[in-house]
């Protein structure tokens, strides 16, 4: 249950999709009801006791169950502030061994680090190059405390850095980060030649797509959008089908909608995508359920979005309820959680990680607009996401709690972001590995 706002009950037909509603929206608003998570039980963020007394994740099938609450997250009633700066001396005596290092700095499950830094092996791939390239790290002459502060806290010497506090999150041990420290001083030049260009993110081909991503023989996303058309035109079980109030099929009667959103909309008192939309108006209307992240909701938000291809994105950003929502969207969007302590815009903004490479993967700039090509068929994945569902990846990488796919906090990150967007044309479903 989360504290959001009232929610009025809808007469029938009161609401279309394309209707333009306003109201005050403000989370902390006195008085305000509950809001409950119409999502998937494994897209509610949600958690189960274990036997033991632990708390195990309950997310979707195939992804890690770490429960990270000592963590802070985006949720709008989590006060914590980001981790306090930690300077450290290096303990006495404290030795390490380059062997164990290297194998630390590859390990998947710690970082990995090479995932922002550059060091010499065939086996280091792929690397990113978020942060500088380390290969000759140890021709620097740099001591071993300093070095073991910034691998502990870099914010000591580094306020506004996007290297996690390893040491102080709790990631690495201090005998750990000796081992690191001991392989980095091994990192010395001359380096051998590379023989794989794409080894190194300076010369690595950077990626051209998946072809056109509308051409239903190569995104199947296109096809599974299909499947909407029948729940469009059946009665659902409170006697009434999409088509009786939205007549002429979605490709004319929701034409332009998809624009518009996401928005805030007034009957239920807080900013919406169109998945969020369609999950709280399809049951109150057709009574057939369209909980976020099931397929019949992904389809039919694809379906609805399609109807407006190269239509351009046309947020309302001047009322006083969107201002508010863009506001707190963007604070979010800088705002660092998890044990990594990473915002968004430590990866999505010019000056941070923007069109660098994060492993093997081109991190993209906000200010190119991220949002007008979801939902996305997930090659690597073999199913359809919208934008939520990625968010909600991103929370596990960065070790932080994931929100409910439908959390208002969401829907106001999602609002800032397509505000980047505006201007520019709907291209639904999108293709992405």
């Keep these: 249950m989360r504290r959001l706002s009232a929610l009025p009950s809808l007469a029938l037909g009161a609401l279309v999709l394309g209707c333009a509603v306003m109201a005050r929206q403000t989370p902390e608003d006195a ?18 006791v274990l036997p033991d007394g632990r708390r195990e994740a309950i997310r979707y099938k195939g992804w890690p169950t770490r429960d990270f609450s000592a963590f802070r997250t985006y949720d709008y009633d989590d006060p914590r502030p980001e981790p306090v700066v930690e300077r450290v001396t290096m303990p006495a005596g404290l030795k390490g061994d380059p062997t164990k290092g290297r194998a630390l700095f590859l390990d998947r499950a710690k970082g990995p680090c090479s995932g922002c830094h ?45 290297m996690p506090p390893w040491g102080r999150n709790g990631v690495f041990t201090s005998e750990e980060v000796a081992h690191l420290l001991a392989y980095l001083q091994t990192l010395r ?26 051409d239903p023989t190569n995104n199947p996303a296109v096809l599974l959008a299909e499947d909407a058309q029948a729940p469009w035109e059946q009665k659902g079980p409170a006697g009434r089908a999409c088509a009786d109030c ?20 007034r009957i239920y008192g807080r900013v919406m995508s169109l998945e969020d939309f369609l999950e709280a108006h399809g049951p109150e209307t057709t009574g057939r359920p369209y909980p976020a992240e099931s397929a019949d909701n992904l389809t039919m938000t694809m379906r609805i979005k399609m109807a407006s291809n190269g239509l351009a994105v046309a947020l309302d950003t001047s009322s006083p309820e969107a201002r508010a929502a863009i506001a707190r969207g963007r604070a979010t969007f800088y705002r660092k959680v998890g044990a990594r302590n990473h915002s968004c815009a430590d990866c999505h903004t010019s000056d941070k990680g923007a069109k660098k490479f994060l492993g093997g993967r081109l991190l993209a700039d906000v200010s190119d607009g991220l949002t007008r090509h979801f939902p996305t068929w997930r090659t690597d ?3 359809v996401w919208d934008l939520r569902k990625r968010f909600q990846w991103c929370m596990t990488p960065l070790g932080t709690n994931m929100l409910a796919a439908d959390a208002v906090e969401y829907a106001e990150l999602e609002l800032y972001l397509t505000t980047f967007d505006r201007g520019k044309p709907l291209n639904v479903p999108g293709i992405r590995h």
């Design 31 to 48: 008085g305000m009801l509950t809001w409950t998570s119409r999502a998937l039980p494994e897209a509610r963020g949600d958690f189960r």
């Design 118 to 162: 550059l060091v010499p092996g065939a086996d280091v791939w792929p690397a990113g190059n978020v942060g500088p390239d380390l290969s000759t790290l140890g021709d620097r002459g740099l001591p071993d405390p300093y070095l073991y502060q910034l691998v502990w806290d870099p914010r000591v010497v580094f306020p506004d850095t996007a």
């Design 189 to 214: 030049g001359p380096l051998p030649p590379e023989t794989d260009p794409d080894r190194n993110p300076l010369t690595r081909k950077k990626p051209v797509g998946f072809g056109d991503n509308l």
């Design 246 to 265: 939205h007549p002429g099929g979605p490709e004319r009667a929701m034409r332009s909608v998809a624009t518009r959103y996401p928005k805030h909309v």
């Design 381 to 383: 994945r073999g199913e």
